[in-house]
Structures are given as C-alpha cells and as structure tokens.
C-alpha cells in the first residue's frame, strides 16, 4: 500500500516528480547519510579543516538491476562528498520519474576515498487503466487524454503531471480557475496502478468588466471588443494571458504591466495599466540628389508627406495619407483606412487606394479592400481584394510601329496576408522579430488602347494567370548595452507569362533601396538584404550605419538583365521640440555606377508625432 498512499496524497493539479523527502519511506538513508569519517588531527600540528578531495562512487544493487543502472551514466568519481549526495540523489529522482516509485538509496557507506551505495531500484509501475470520473469526454479530449496511453504503460509521474496540467487549463478557459484534479477510486494490484480521474470544479467565475488604469483615453467599449472579453461570459484565462499580445500590436497605446484579475463574488475583474502614446504622425522629408540628369541645375529635389491618424476618438480608427514626388513629373499617392471590429466582431476590415503617376508615360490606380483577423499567438490573418489599373499617357502612340514597353491592362487578384511580431516596441525596437509576407493570384487582362494600331496586338495573350508573392522579415539584436543589430530580408516577386514595365515593382530611394534615386528600379523580381546597427543615445535617439544589397531582376520582352546594387551609409536620428529629425547620407554602386561622390544621396526630415 506504498504506492497507494502516494497516489491518493495527490489531490491537487498541479502534480509534481516524487521528492527525496527525509520522512518519506524507504529514504533513510539518503536523507541523512553517515557523515564521512574524520581523520584525527596529529598531536604535534594545529587542527585543520579538511579539504575536499575526490571520492569514488560505487553502488551496490542486484545483478539484474545493473544493466538499467548504466543507462542512467552515473558519475564513477566526484569532487567531494557534498557532489556525491547530490549525484545520488539525481539518481534516484531519475529512477522515480521512470516509474520506478519505490527506488532509494538505502545506505550510505563512507571511506576515505570511497562512498559506497547501497541502491533499491524495484519493480516498474504501470498503468492497469486511466478512466473519466466525472470530466465530460469533450473536456478530457481536448486535455489530450488517450485512453491507449494510460493502459499497460509505465506510470510516468511526468505524464500524469502533465495530463492533470493540461485539464487545469481547459478548466479555467471554461469558468472555473480554482478546480483542482487528482486521482480516485484507486486499486492497486501488484505493480499495477488503476484509478479514475476527478476534476473538482469549484465555483463558476464570469467576466465583470474591464477597467483601464492609466492616462489613456481608448474606449472601454472598443477594447472590450478587441479583446472579445465581454461581461457575463464564463471566464478564461486565455483570454486574459492573450489580451496583453494584443496590446502590444497597438502602436496608440503602451502597455505598463501585465493585465490584473481581481476576483470578487464569482465575478472576475480585468484591469489594464494603459498609457497613450504619441502615435499620430505628420512626417516631411525633403531628399536632394546631386547630379540629377532630370535638372539642368544638377540638382533634383524630392519630397515625401506623411498623415497618420491613428485611435480616432479612442475607437482604434486609422486614417493615412502619403504623397510623394520622387522626380520633376512623377507622383505618387497613398490613401488607408482601418475599421476594427466591424459590427463588434473581432475583425479588422480595412481600404486603401494608390495613384502613381509615371512623367508622362502612365498612370497606375490600385484601390484594395482587406479583412484582418488578429490573433495573440499565431498573429494577423488577412483576406485581400485588390484591381490594378493602367493606363498610358504617351501622346504619340499613333506614331509606333512596335508594341511599346507599357500597356494598358488591369489585374484583378485575391490573396492571403500575414503578420507577426515579437517586438518590445513599434517605433523603437531592440529585440525581436517582425514578419510580413502575402500571396496573390488574379487574372491580367491587357487592354486595347484605340491610338495603337491593332495589328500590333497579334500574338499577344489579352487574358493570362499572374502572380505575385512579397515578403519582409526583420530581426533586432540588442548589441551590449545600447546598441541594435537589425537584420532585414525583404522581396517581391511577380510571375506571368508576358510583362511589361509599368507592371514591374520599383525600387530605390530612402524607403527600399538608399544610395539611389527614387524607384530608380524596375523589377519583375527583386530581394534586398539589409544589415544596420543603431547605437541609441537616448530612449528614442540613435545614430546608425546601414549596408544594403540586392538582387534587381528585370524580365519583360527584349530586356532581360540582372543587377545587385549595393547601398552604403549613416546617419542619426533624434527628437527635437518640434519631433523627430532624421538625416541619412548614402551612397550606392552598381553596374554601371561606383561609389562617387557626385552620386551621393542627402535625406533630411521632421517626423512630429502627436
């Protein structure tokens, strides 16, 4: 009845290995070990305190017991008798967790050089069976439980901790936070062990209420949806343990502490310590290119205008704007709005548009509509619709006798989005990681423009497969005390059977690829590897050298060619009484251009966040 006793002195989850305890059975003599003997001092010399020296570990136990005795490579020589308790003491507790229960170390004998065990290993345990006591097959399902797992199986005290652990969770994820499981109608036949398993539930517990803590002007009403933890529903813990992963995603909010559950009258109550932060942004940037061909001053100046509202009203709405000129003729504009929890679920639906207008050789429209699902572990999942339109501005079409390089067309696509992050802070990082990455695949349909002649469309296909893939991934590497490694990967990739370069990506300029002019690259297929290291003087001031490389693919009828452009430099970024300045100096090489510099690139810009 050793075992027996055991087993029922289990009532609580949260079971744990058997412990060499001194007043258990069976574990005398490991408890309290015969001290060493000691030497006697000599009569003519001060006594010393001994020093430690190696000892000899010799166990004793049945012949049958030696050859699962060496599996467990117990230490033949250790450094002093404090280490020989211990390595018998593993020993034993590694005999019990494989479910040899009634394993001790029964007698300790010390020598000079030796220690000399007198080890019991006994009989393995087994499952005769593991039965539902009064769980619900569902429940117990979903903790993992098999019933082939716990018949004629050893008794793993590891595996029943775990089963009980898992039960636990599944228990208070359904309203009951204090159960407690463990062990009854226990029978025990020989080295068999049988039993049922009994959850007590305890109390029920529903949600109360959120209550926000904190400066922060966010509604109760929208995080209460974001969070989907809504009064009177039973309570859950993984809710609350999710609720702080999904404040974090908030770029309007900061997170002072992990949320806290009060517990009152079968009613719990969350608590958010929240703080608004600065996270509406105005953004100027001014960019001058020196040696521009497209200046007969040689020099060209670019701009780059950014809106972001962001927690309208505390409801968590966004709106965006962006307009940028990266030459003398073109433009480009960008439109964003975000709606969470459309019609109080919990996703985020959300519409874009993006004009670009190319000098006078086309103009591309790109409006899109996206749902976002956010999760707290597997992150954000996103279905997108999205039309891309474009169309020619070349007055001289009727001139050409070939098809030009630019056409009008239109793309109609669906894909998927996901993201996720692990960062300790949006704007600025120093650990963690970041991960974009989208699919699509839509139809291409090349449109008939009226001033080219219509012969010059034979053997074209006006209606072809496309598809396109993009992909960031970005890891930041705290470097000592204030410095940051980051190291970024980011691609685009499109595929079909005939493209033409006002479908191309672009790339270059401050945002994808420094040291060059704006969009200074047209790429069917493009990846650029970045490596960065801020050194930070301040909470959110740094200084910061950067190299990036890339691989530029440019696939499109009678001009295929590859590039890898390589862009180097520095620069700092600070806050001021008016915002953040940041200026970045660069440089770039690639086939046709080394590091000069006349071909230098100067960024300056204010960034006001309010």
Do not use: C
């Not at 932060?277 to 497209?294: E, H, K, M, T, Y």
């Not at 490694?485 to 685009?492: A, P, V």
Request: proline share 6%; glycine share 8%; hydrophobic share 40%.
């Amino acid at each position: 009845m050793l075992v027996l006793g055991w087993l029922a002195g289990q009532p609580v989850a949260r079971a744990q290995t058997p412990s060499l305890d001194p007043n258990a059975p069976n574990q005398p003599g490991l408890a309290s070990p015969a001290l060493p003997p000691r030497a006697a001092p000599p009569a003519t010399a001060p006594a010393r305190r001994a020093l430690a020296h190696p000892r000899v570990l010799v166990l004793d136990a049945e012949a049958a017991d030696r050859p699962l005795l060496r599996r467990y490579k117990l230490k033949a020589s250790v450094p002093d008798s404090l280490s020989a308790l211990r390595e018998v003491r593993e020993l034993v507790l590694a005999l019990q967790g494989d479910a040899y229960l009634t394993a001790s170390a029964d007698e300790m004998h010390w020598t000079r050089d030796t220690v000399r065990v007198r080890l019991y290993v006994g009989e393995q345990f087994r499952w005769a069976y593991l039965r539902n006591g009064n769980l619900g097959d569902g429940l117990l399902t979903r903790a993992g439980y098999r019933e082939k797992f716990f018949r004629h199986t050893p008794f793993v005290p590891e595996d029943w901790a775990r089963l009980q652990e898992r039960i636990l969770v599944e228990a208070e994820n359904q309203g009951f936070p204090f159960a407690t499981v463990g062990l009854d109608s226990i029978h025990l036949s020989g080295h068999d062990i049988a039993g049922r398993v009994v959850l007590k539930r305890g109390q029920v517990v529903v949600f109360d209420s959120l209550q926000i803590v904190g400066n922060s002007k966010t509604k109760k009403r929208f995080l209460t949806k974001y969070l989907q933890i809504f009064p009177n529903q039973p309570f859950s813990q993984q809710r609350v343990a999710a609720a702080a992963q999904l404040l974090r995603q908030l770029p309007y909010v900061k997170l002072r502490a992990e949320p806290e559950v009060r517990f009152a009258r079968g009613r719990a109550r969350v608590y958010l310590l929240l703080d608004d932060r600065p996270s509406n942004q105005f953004d100027a940037i001014v960019g001058i290119l020196p040696n521009s061909n497209a200046s007969p001053t040689g020099v060209q100046f670019t701009g780059d205008v950014t809106i972001n509202l962001r927690n309208i009203k505390g409801g968590g709405k966004q709106l965006g704007l962006q307009w940028r000129k990266t030459d003398a003729a073109s433009q480009l504009l960008d439109v964003q709005y975000v709606h969470p929890n459309f019609f109080g679920t919990p996703l985020e639906v959300a519409g874009s548009f993006n004009l670009y207008k190319q000098t006078d050789a086309f103009l591309t429209l790109r409006p899109r509509l996206q749902v976002t699902y956010p999760t707290a572990r597997a992150g954000r999942i996103s279905f997108f619709a999205e039309q891309r339109s474009s169309y020619l501005l070349d007055t001289l079409l009727k001139e050409k006798t070939v098809l030009p390089d630019t056409i009008d067309s239109q793309y109609n696509s669906y894909g998927l989005a996901y993201a996720w992050n692990s960062l300790d802070d949006l704007f600025f990082p120093h650990r963690g990681y970041l991960v974009n990455a989208q699919g699509a695949v839509g139809t291409k349909t090349i449109i008939k423009n009226a001033e080219i002649k219509p012969e010059l469309y034979d053997g074209l296909p006006l209606h072809s497969t496309q598809y396109s893939f993009a992909l960031r991934v970005e890891r930041y590497l705290p470097v000592k005390r204030a410095g940051v490694l980051l190291l970024r990967l980011r691609g685009e990739g499109l595929l079909n059977s005939r493209l033409f370069t006002n479908d191309l990506f672009r790339l270059g300029g401050l945002n994808s690829l420094r040291g060059f002019n704006e969009n200074q690259f047209y790429t069917s297929s493009y990846a650029v590897a970045t490596a960065e290291f801020r050194q930070f003087i301040g909470p959110d001031s740094y200084v910061f050298a950067f190299a990036d490389q890339a691989y530029a693919r440019h696939d499109i009828s009678d001009d295929r060619r590859v590039e890898q452009p390589t862009g180097l430099g520095a620069g700092l970024s600070f806050r001021t009484a008016a915002g953040m300045f940041q200026f970045v100096y660069s440089v770039g090489q690639y086939s046709s251009q080394g590091f000069e510099l006349k071909s230098s690139k100067i960024h300056f810009g204010l960034t006001s966040r309010f």
